[in-house]
């Protein structure tokens, strides 16, 4: 259940789960290890599909953009969304505005803690780490400031067009479009990561 003091959980959602949600699972888990070390552990990362094909491995074009992240692809499986899902998330980062609305329709509570990974990142722009509460190095602590900092700047971080919160699909493209979404998901990421104290 959300909310849990000892363990953090992020649910990356997107359509097929197959593109841009596991690419940000894998990669936001790389990241996270290499900031946090064992303590990351305690940071649990998923991903789901509003058209989830259940059971499907990652794209290739995605493993392999993936890999030069950093990330690792291995084993992955996709999942279709669930409420459950979504109500054991603290925090729900869609890929685009009608991620964010599907998790919202299909579960109305999860409307304080959802929102695009883009916007996540536009919300925390401009933050420090002085800007946060104190709380320690504990990284479950350190997340829940920073996710309670960033919704409470909404409303208040200008956006000039509302399709800068999304990421673009790659599906069926060329490589560019995955190098593309790649390029848009890694510097969002970096964001809230700059702000855990590793």
Same mark, same amino acid.
């Given at each position: ?20 949600? @596991? ?109 946060? @509460? ?65």
């Amino acid at each position: 259940m959300a909310g849990s003091d000892d363990r953090f959980h992020i649910l990356m959602v997107c359509t097929g789960n197959i593109c841009r949600s @596991p690419f940000a699972e894998r990669l936001l888990r790389a990241r996270l290890d290499d900031r946090l070390g064992s303590a990351a552990s305690r940071i649990e990362v998923s991903s789901s599909g509003t058209w989830g094909l259940v059971g499907e491995p990652m794209m290739a074009e995605s493993a392999e953009t993936l890999l030069r992240y950093g990330g690792d692809p291995a084993n992955f499986q996709a999942r279709a969304l669930s409420p459950e899902q979504i109500e054991d998330a603290d925090l729900v980062l869609g890929l685009t505005r009608e991620h964010r609305s599907k998790v919202v329709t299909m579960s109305p509570r999860a409307s304080g803690r959802a929102v695009t990974l883009l916007e996540f990142a536009r919300l925390l722009s401009g933050v420090s780490r002085a800007d946060l @509460p104190e709380v320690g190095t504990d990284p479950v602590a350190q997340l829940r400031a920073i996710t309670e900092l960033a919704f409470s700047r909404r409303g208040y971080v200008p956006l000039d067009d509302p399709e800068d919160d999304d990421v673009p699909d790659p599906y069926g493209g060329k490589m560019s479009g995955y190098e593309r979404a790649a390029q848009l998901i890694d510097a969002a990421l970096a964001v809230p990561i700059a702000l855990l104290a590793g």
